[in-house]
Structure formats: structure tokens, C-alpha cells
């Protein structure tokens, strides 16, 4: 192991932590990231039979791992669980992971309401109410880590997926802004941003995935930047640059491209 590797695993090292999306992909490889003894790993997901399974997965790396079935849809109900788990145990680290995405048929013309709703409250609404709740207790205590995964999708104005790019590009500035606020007192909030990802979430996306990484290289990217309080982390890095093109280009111009771009998604019975 690397001294980089060393430093992400164990320097800082969180005690109590918990994950929302602990039954996805990048949720559950960030729990087995963590897991180890003296841990205690609070796993929420809606899926119990996945959630079980990872929990299960923690139990034997020796941590302890309480998985809690909790619709993120739900925000007022995610709240209270959050305020119970608080009231159990001061969490040092809370990882906002889950996610929903959603690109329109092609032959569609616009996104639906109720899909974008759900897009609202799973990927933004939802996260940035419990990160500020997470921000009330760890300011109070002096210290603490809030990760939320944005996407790079948040950089660009995506016409298929307008709830999608908007709901992590709303997300990113959420996390860049309560980091500003909440550094001097101890506690820091990393975004991170990252492009394809071998999960379910992206498996149903027909045609290429470029730069894919795997959900253990995403959770070694994630909890590494969270680590060293970062604010944001962009991976690949070529990304990032694809970013800053994006900034640099004309609205007119880049729209005339996006439009171009052919993305299809398996519905998810089939995925
Ligand atoms: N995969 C990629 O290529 C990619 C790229 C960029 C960013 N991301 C982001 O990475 C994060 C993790 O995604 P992933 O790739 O691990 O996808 P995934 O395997 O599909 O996992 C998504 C997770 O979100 C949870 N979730 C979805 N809707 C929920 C709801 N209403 N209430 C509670 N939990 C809910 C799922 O829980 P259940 O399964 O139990 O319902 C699951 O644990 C997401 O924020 C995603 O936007 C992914």
C-alpha cells in the first residue's frame, strides 16, 4: 500500500460514518473502503436484500453496519431518520451518494414531470437537507466531513438530460458553497464529480462508456479526496478539461453540439 493509499485509509480516520446509496454501486464500495474494525457504518439504500448483502460484507471486514431502508424521495422522512441516527451516534463523516439519472427517449421531445421530480428530490433536494442538518452537529463539535457525488454531467447544458445535469450542477454549487461557509469551523465538504462509472446506473446507457472506472477506483478517488478536503474532484482528469472547454465555448455553438450527441437508456426493467 501506498503512502497515499495509507493516508486516504487511515489518517483522519472516520469512526462513525454514514452512506446514502449504500446499496448502489460507488455506495457500497465506498462502505467496503471504510469498513474495518472499531468502524461503524450507518447504510442506507431502499433495496434490502442489497443492502444486506454489503452490510454483511462490512460485518466481516469488522466494522459495524446498521442498514436502514430509507426513500430519499421522502425528504421530511429522511430528515427524521437522519436526527435519530445523530441522536444514536455523532457521525464524523456523511457521504451523500445516491443518485438517480434519466435521459429522454429519443423520441420524446421533453422529460416527465414525475421522473424529474424524483430526479429533484434524490439527487439535490433531498442530499442538501441532510448535509445542512450534518453541518449543524458537526459545527457544534468542531469537525467533520460531508462528500456528496455531483457528476460531470454538471458541467455541461445536456438537452437529454436536463434534470439530470441540472439537479448535480445544482448540487456542486450547494457543496462549493457550504465548504466556503463551513471551513473555518472545522468542518470541510468535498463534491465529487466523476464521469463513467461500471455500475448499474451507468450499464443501462447503450453505446460507449469512455474512461470508464470502476465503483473501487471511484471510492478510492472519493474517500482519498475527502482525506485531504478537497472541494472538488474531478475524475478522469480529461473531464475536467472537457469542463473548461464547455465554460470557453460560445452558448449558441455548444448547444449546436450537445444536440448532436446520441445517448440511449436501457428502461429500468431491463437494466
Ligand atoms: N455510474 C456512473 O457512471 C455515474 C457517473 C457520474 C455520477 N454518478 C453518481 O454516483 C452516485 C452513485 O451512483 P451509482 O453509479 O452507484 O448508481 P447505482 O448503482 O444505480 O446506485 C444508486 C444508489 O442510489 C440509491 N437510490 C436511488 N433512488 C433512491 C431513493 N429514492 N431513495 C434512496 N436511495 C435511492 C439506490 O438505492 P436502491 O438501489 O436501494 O434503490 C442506490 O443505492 C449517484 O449520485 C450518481 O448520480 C454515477
Not at 10 to 30: F, N, Q, W
Not at 42 to 56: D, M, P, Q, S, V
Not at 189 to 210: K, Q
Not at 238 to 244: C, P, Q, R, S, T
Request: include cysteine; hydrophobic fraction near 45%; glycine fraction near 6%.
Amino acid at each position: 500500500m501506498s503512502r497515499h493509499d495509507r493516508f486516504a485509509k487511515h489518517s483522519l480516520a472516520p469512526r462513525t460514518i454514514l452512506i446514502t446509496g449504500a446499496s448502489g454501486g460507488v455506495g457500497a464500495a465506498l462502505a467496503q473502503f471504510y469498513a474495518s474494525p472499531g468502524q461503524t457504518l450507518y447504510l442506507w439504500g431502499r433495496n434490502n436484500a442489497r443492502l444486506e448483502a454489503i452490510a454483511k460484507i462490512c460485518r466481516e471486514q469488522g466494522a459495524q453496519a446498521i442498514p436502514r431502508i430509507v426513500d430519499l424521495c421522502d425528504a421530511p422522512a429522511a430528515l427524521a431518520a437522519f436526527r435519530e441516527t445523530e441522536k444514536e451516534t455523532a457521525l464524523d463523516l456523511v457521504i451523500l451518494g445516491a443518485g438517480v439519472s434519466d435521459i429522454r427517449a429519443a423520441d420524446e421531445k421533453t422529460e416527465f414531470p414525475e421522473i424529474v421530480l424524483d430526479t429533484a428530490m434524490v439527487n439535490y433536494a433531498t442530499p442538501m437537507t441532510l448535509a445542512t442538518e450534518a453541518a449543524r452537529h458537526m459545527v457544534k463539535r468542531g469537525y467533520g466531513a460531508i462528500g456528496l457525488i455531483g457528476s460531470v454531467a454538471a458541467f455541461h447544458d445536456l438537452p437529454f438530460a436536463t434534470a439530470y445535469s441540472s439537479s448535480k450542477a445544482g448540487l456542486t454549487r450547494f457543496a462549493t458553497a457550504l465548504h466556503a461557509s463551513l471551513k473555518p469551523h472545522g468542518v470541510s465538504v468535498t463534491i465529487a464529480a466523476p464521469g463513467y462509472i461500471d455500475t448499474a446506473m451507468s450499464r443501462r446507457l447503450e453505446g460507449a462508456r469512455p474512461f470508464l472506472v470502476s465503483p473501487e477506483k471511484a471510492a478510492f478517488l472519493i474517500a482519498s479526496a475527502i482525506a485531504h478536503k478537497k472541494t472538488v474532484v474531478i475524475f478522469p482528469k480529461l473531464f475536467a478539461f472537457l469542463k473548461l472547454v464547455d465554460a470557453l465555448t460560445p452558448r449558441r455553438w455548444a448547444h449546436a453540439l450537445l444536440r448532436c450527441v446520441k445517448v440511449k437508456q436501457k428502461p429500468l426493467a431491463e437494466s
